[in-house]
């Protein structure tokens, strides 16, 4: 694996209370865009997970072969491993990490509570997966960066430069 980007690492508290948290980064993002909120809720006593989802935080090209399943994946085991130390789970995530914050909820009704932030929730329309199954079959990868589209210039959200297609897509 390539070195992580500064900042990027996963994070994990073990909080004073019976509470626990797992907060869920976005797509070509990592921890580092959500490090003030699990920090928060780590000073709130929560037990805190905050796992680096696979392919993000190193390089796009390590992203490429990465999947919805496996950002699932991730997410499922680290909230199983967390719910099994805690007595109430809440979930958090951004963009990509709200969708994978309702997948939890909807897989999981015993979730305490979930927050969304910027929540990626609807499906594109049928003409834009075509548009993009298009752009992959034609040999184009990836498109510009979405990441650290903060609407404060001031602000810089540490993602990839670009957006790799295929991984988007199973999104």
């Known amino acids: 694996m390539t070195a992580l980007i500064p900042g990027a690492e996963p994070w994990s508290h073990l909080g004073s209370s019976s509470h626990g948290a797992l907060v869920l980064h976005g797509f070509t993002g990592n921890p580092g865009s959500m490090r003030g909120v699990a920090e928060a809720l780590a000073a709130a006593g929560y037990h805190v997970e905050m796992p680096l989802l696979p392919g993000h935080g190193t390089t796009v090209e390590e992203m490429m072969p990465t999947r919805w399943a496996d950002w699932a994946g991730a997410a499922e085991a680290t909230y199983q491993a967390l719910a099994a130390r805690v007595d ?72 990839y430069e670009a957006t790799p297609l295929a991984p988007l897509l199973s999104l």
Do not use: F, W, Y
């Open 88 to 159: 109430k789970v809440v979930v958090v995530g951004l963009s990509m990490g709200g969708a994978l914050t309702l997948r939890l909820g909807a897989d999981h009704p015993e979730v305490a509570g979930l927050v969304c932030i910027n929540p990626a929730t609807q499906p594109q329309a049928p003409e834009v997966v075509a548009m993009l199954q298009g752009m992959i079959d034609g040999g184009t990868h990836l498109i510009p960066a979405i990441g650290s589209d903060i609407a404060d210039p001031a602000a810089h959200e540490s993602a």
